[in-house]
């Protein structure tokens, strides 16, 4: 069996960490070539999350689907990912016992963790753990942790950006705006009345949702090739005007009166946050606000609008939320 290249973490959000932690995977897979070959880059991640087997109660609202996140290390580097679907037997394995199931099958030649890696039982393992476990027959690079703007990039950080609707910090730290996808649900049929009709989308309780507010940002209709991104403005929230309850992502695409997006699979993209979100007195106040709202999605869209064949979120369509259905 040829070598391989293995990194390994949980890899929720694939943020700019983790394309690191790959492109210096690539990197040392060129370098390491055999036979003329790059050897094989492999990205092992746990699902689900860790937190979900012992306190689900306090397991993180992830930043991607199982789906998506396979999708983005495959772009970012990854030749193939190997799924450990994590449960208590999982981690009560040793450390020992966790590279010997896990790391030696595929035969690195490198295994390439982040700073802040743990694994085994009660997360006693390190990297430093797994340098003295290789006994000497695979290498461990043990990377720092990537900082943007000062931060160090970490999931839990871009998830408290998130809720707090710091979506253009949360997008410097995931290397592209984040995303929220699903199929467009029938609403109160109140936005066609108010001259914004919305495309709703319903708010998963295991997927991260950036905070109550208005934004700026990109629909794209995941059903159609090569669809482009459509510029909208974002409500998330649960329409305190009208005593919703109901939590929702709910898009105005800018300017369209002819869109039919009921039942259509769509990503939305958070570029900007505008202002949080109010309850008006008078509907013609929250009228008078959206189109405001409107103004400025345009202003902060035109100067940051993706080139042709990448998506609102900046990274090509074929890669990420493609065509799925
Ligand atoms: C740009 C934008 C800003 C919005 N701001 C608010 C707001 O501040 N307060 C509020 O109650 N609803 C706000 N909404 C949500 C509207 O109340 C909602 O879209 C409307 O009630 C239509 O609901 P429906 O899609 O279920 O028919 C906003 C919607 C958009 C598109
Ligand atoms: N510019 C637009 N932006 C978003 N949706 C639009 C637009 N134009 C038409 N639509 C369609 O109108 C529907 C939303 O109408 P709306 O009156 O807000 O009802 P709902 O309460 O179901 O959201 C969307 O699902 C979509 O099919």
Redesign the pocket.
């Known amino acids: 069996m040829p070598h391989s290249v293995v990194v390994i973490g949980n890899f929720d959000g694939v943020h700019q960490g983790h394309q690191r932690l790959l492109q210096v995977a690539r990197e040392r897979a060129h370098t390491l070539a055999e036979g003329g070959r790059d050897l094989k880059v492999i990205a092992v991640t746990l699902w689900p999350h860790p937190m979900t087997v012992f306190a689900a109660d306090r397991a993180p609202r992830l930043l991607t689907t199982l789906d998506d996140r396979l999708r983005l290390l495959r772009h970012y580097g990854a030749d193939e990912v190997r799924v450990i679907q994590f449960n208590r037997e999982v981690a009560s394995w040793s450390p020992e016992r966790f590279v010997d199931t896990m790391v030696r099958p595929l035969n690195p030649a490198v295994v390439i963790v982040g700073a802040n890696f743990t694994f085994g039982k009660g997360a006693r393992g390190t990297g430093e753990t797994l340098r003295e476990l290789s006994g000497g027959d695979f290498e461990v690079q043990n990377l720092g942790l990537v900082s943007v703007g000062g931060r160090k990039t970490s999931s839990s950080f871009i998830r408290r950006t998130l809720a707090a609707g710091d979506v253009a910090t949360a997008a410097h730290h995931l290397g592209r705006t984040f995303r929220v996808t699903g199929v ?10 108010l001259g ?5 989308l319903a708010i998963s309780a295991e997927l991260a949702t950036p905070g109550d507010g208005v934004y700026a940002g990109w629909l794209t209709p995941l059903d159609e090739p090569d669809a482009e991104p459509l510029e ?1 403005a974002i409500s998330v929230g649960t329409n305190p005007t009208f005593d919703g309850v109901e939590r929702r992502v ?5 300017d ?7 039942g259509r699979h769509i990503a939305v993209d958070f570029v900007e946050h505008l202002r949080g979100m109010a309850r008006f007195h008078d509907i013609d106040e929250l009228i008078t606000q959206m189109h405001s709202d409107v103004k400025r999605t345009r202003e902060v869209l035109d100067a940051t609008r993706p080139t042709a064949g990448v998506t609102g979120a900046g990274i090509p369509a074929d890669s990420w939320s493609a065509q799925r259905d």
């Open positions: 467009v649900m029938v609403g109160d049929q109140r936005g066609h009345t914004f009709p919305t495309a709703n909208a709910e898009s105005y695409v800018v369209r009166t002819d869109l039919h997006l009921y």
